[in-house]
């Protein structure tokens, strides 16, 4: 009965695995001889520019101070660093040999062309949802770039999950495949910014909690996540900015990476402004604030945006009345000078850090952040800079002013442990880049 129960079990086992294989099985797309790059129209290779920009490729797949497109950049997972692939035209080490069915099952399905699995850090859940035409754009700006010579580090990925075939099981658990639906009952401007974030921007990717398995919570979607050290603030109406993220507050911020009051754009969210939507047209810039204001619930918290302003003015020059105050007295001499705003509204190029989400978060991880590397000119918005303060402020230092501003810029509960945490952040710090 024992030895029944066992070859039994066996069998099951094997069944299953065999219908694992087939079902993981992908077969190879034959290479093809490296396209005329004269053979794309201009208007298509010019489409699939601003395509690529909103998709990010570059960001990704250009490894700092490396050629554009070549890969080598480093993703931090959980389960070990992934690098980003070389995607020019180079025919031995990039995509020179791809046809287009080959780049659009790698950009739909997450496999190569020679069959292998994507890992999923390559966010083809989301391109996915991309539609024919834009494939068949960006395929032709990719094929129209230089070819660049270039092999990726080796992934840092242990075994077993290091072989690409279990990437199957991944897709089952996760994976949806299927193109963008419009909603009918939206406006045509709210489905083109929906279409951008969801597929090619995928916005969520950076804005969503992920799971064990680095799949993201879609029933948590854009309610917030860390990444490279800092938090992506929660998209939705849970994010904690004490004035909602209206249309025109987005915009300002999507376009030129600052809004009057919300702040400056510093961390990962820079070159995804600076280096990205910089190619898009501001009429799908719009489109993404329009979206995006309606998860925030924008239109139906504007009545609390003058109070919640006038509130934050009147805390702006707490730390030149408080002489009793060490910390003040730190904050005066250190942040004051350039975040002081006397109103009726705050400035631009002032932020006003009462206004700021990095305060109102429940940890201080994008405040000491930006503290200790500060923010170059081409992080943050025209004309706005802050510089490093990693030597001239000790972790205590920063401590002190995170759980200064905490107290008297917002109404939430204090931090805890800030100077352990600021010495984490320093040791991971990415200083910033000018």
């Given amino acids: 009965m024992l030895k029944r129960i066992v070859i039994g079990a066996g069998s099951l086992g094997l069944a299953c695995l065999l219908v694992f294989l087939a079902l993981g099985w992908r077969p190879v797309i034959a290479p093809i001889d490296p396209p005329d790059r004269t053979g794309f129209p201009t208007d298509l290779i010019a489409k699939g520019e601003v395509l690529a920009g909103a998709g990010y490729c570059a960001v990704c797949h250009t490894r700092p101070g490396g050629p554009t497109l070549a890969g080598g950049t480093g993703l931090r997972t959980p389960f070990g660093t992934i690098y980003s692939t070389n995607i020019t035209p180079e025919p031995e080490t990039g995509i020179g040999r791809w046809s287009l069915e080959a780049f659009a099952r790698a950009m739909r399905e997450g496999v190569s062309r020679d069959g292998s699995h994507l890992f999923p850090a390559f966010p083809y859940d989301h391109f996915a949802k991309i539609s024919d035409d834009d494939v068949k754009a960006l395929y032709a700006y990719m094929m129209t770039r230089p070819p660049v010579r270039a092999v990726a580090p080796a992934n840092t990925i242990p075994f077993p999950l290091n072989i690409r075939l279990l990437q199957e ?215 706005l800079v802050m510089p490093s303060y990693a030597a001239a402020l000790s ?24 100077e352990k945490k600021v010495a984490v952040a320093r040791a991971q710090r990415t200083p910033n880049r000018d």
């Avoid at 929906?194 to 919570?217: D, M, Q, V």
């Avoid at 759980?403 to 810029?409: E, P, Q």
């Fill in 395 to 418: 972790d205590g230092d920063i401590a002190r002013l995170a759980a200064y501003l905490r107290r008297t810029c917002t109404d939430k509960p204090p931090w805890t442990d800030i």
């Fill in 169 to 383: 099981g991944w897709k089952i658990l996760f994976f949806r495949e299927g193109r963008y639906q419009p909603d009918a009952s939206r406006s045509a401007e709210w489905n083109r910014g929906a279409y951008l974030a969801e597929s090619l921007g995928h916005c969520s990717g950076c804005h969503t909690p992920r799971n064990s398995l680095g799949a993201e919570k879609t029933a948590d979607a854009y309610a917030g996540a860390t990444i490279d050290n800092w938090i992506a603030p929660a998209l939705t109406d849970a994010n904690p900015s004490p004035v909602p993220w209206t249309e025109t507050e987005l915009y300002s911020f999507l376009r030129n990476g600052v809004a009057p009051l919300h702040g400056v754009t510093a961390g990962p969210m820079s070159p995804v402004i600076h280096t990205g939507l910089s190619a898009l047209p501001d009429a799908d810039v719009r489109a993404l604030a329009v979206y995006f204001a309606g998860l925030d619930r924008a239109a139906s918290r504007t009545g609390a945006v003058d109070a919640a302003v006038k509130d934050a003015l009147a805390r702006s020059g707490l730390g030149s009345t408080q002489e009793y105050d060490p910390d003040a007295r730190l904050y005066a001499g250190a942040c004051m000078g350039c975040h002081y705003n006397a109103g009726p509204t705050p400035l631009a190029v002032r932020p006003e850090l009462a206004l700021n989400s990095a305060l109102a978060l429940p940890e201080p991880t994008n405040f000491i952040n930006v503290v200790l590397s500060g923010i170059g000119r081409a992080e943050g918005g025209p004309g």
